[in-house]
């Protein structure tokens, strides 16, 4: 136990503790965005995949339990490193070249990391929870269900997305996302000697940082790219018309 809080204390430790969580969580990124781009394989896909998730609940909450843990541990062990290395050097040496030759991603990942974490908060709220007052639309989406009884996911993405503060506001976030993964990812690089293993081509693993940060943005800034350009509007206008037809009927049969 004394051993676990000696490597927990040091900075070691910490910087084992915000690689190991943005590793998992760089998984859980890269999962998510499969299982988010069958959107364009139509409601039948991603209505299964989302009927899937939501049959294991003792796997979905536990998992969404860890993750949310992992973001707590990543963003705490941030902060502690970025104390310590202030308290370390409380002022910078004259002409430091620190802030010209850092990266703009490097510069801001703590205030990035502010966002991104205020943005999976909404983000749970709006899909996972489907808390009606944060999707701006009116709509419980908890209750969208499709022609097969199953969760619409299609539809909830559709009409989430619909509205374009909240798909600027995504798009931003995952752009920030994008930018805290590359500087990430070339850390965690560098940690584990992959520029000293590189030789010559050191600059490999900075370019699969980089490259892999800007997939991940295409990819997942195409949803609401496409939804904001027209993608799905028949089918979204259609279900609209259904459920205010719905909830008229209901008013009617209440009184």
């Known amino acids: 136990m004394n051993f676990l809080m ?3 204390n040091s900075s070691l430790g ?3 503790i915000m690689g190991i969580s943005g ?3 760089v998984f859980f990124i890269t999962a998510h965005m499969m299982g988010n781009f069958q959107i364009f394989l139509g409601p039948y896909w991603i209505n299964t995949y989302g009927q899937f998730l939501h049959e294991r609940h003792e796997i979905l909450w536990p998992a969404r ?3 949310f843990t992992l973001v707590v541990l990543h963003i705490w062990s941030a902060f502690k490193l970025r104390a ?3 308290a370390a050097r409380p002022v910078g040496y004259a002409g430091d070249p620190a802030p010209l030759a850092a ?3 490097s510069r801001t990942i703590m205030m990035s990391g502010i ?3 205020a943005f999976v908060i909404f983000h749970l709220l709006h899909y996972a929870l489907g808390v009606r007052a944060v999707n701006l639309t009116g709509i419980d989406f908890s209750a969208l269900r499709d022609s097969e009884g199953r969760p619409d996911i299609y539809l909830m993405l559709l009409l989430g997305f619909s509205k374009w503060p909240v798909a600027v506001f995504y798009i931003i976030a995952v752009g920030l996302l994008c930018l805290h993964l590359s500087h ?3 850390a965690m690089f560098q940690s584990v000697g992959w520029k000293w293993t590189f030789g010559g081509v050191s600059k490999l693993p900075d370019r699969i940082a980089r490259w892999f940060a800007v997939v991940i943005f295409i990819i997942y800034t195409s949803v609401p790219v496409a939804v904001m350009c027209g993608f799905g509007r028949a089918y979204r206008e259609t279900a609209v018309q259904h459920l205010t037809a719905s909830a008229v009927a209901g008013k009617e049969a209440a009184r």
């Open 6 to 8: 000696k490597i927990w």
């Open 14 to 16: 910490k910087k084992y």
């Open 23 to 25: 590793f998992v969580l």
């Open 65 to 67: 339990i860890v993750l």
């Open 84 to 86: 310590e290395n202030q």
């Open 103 to 105: 990266s703009y991603a």
């Open 115 to 117: 966002i991104i974490a």
């Open 184 to 186: 990430g990812m070339r």
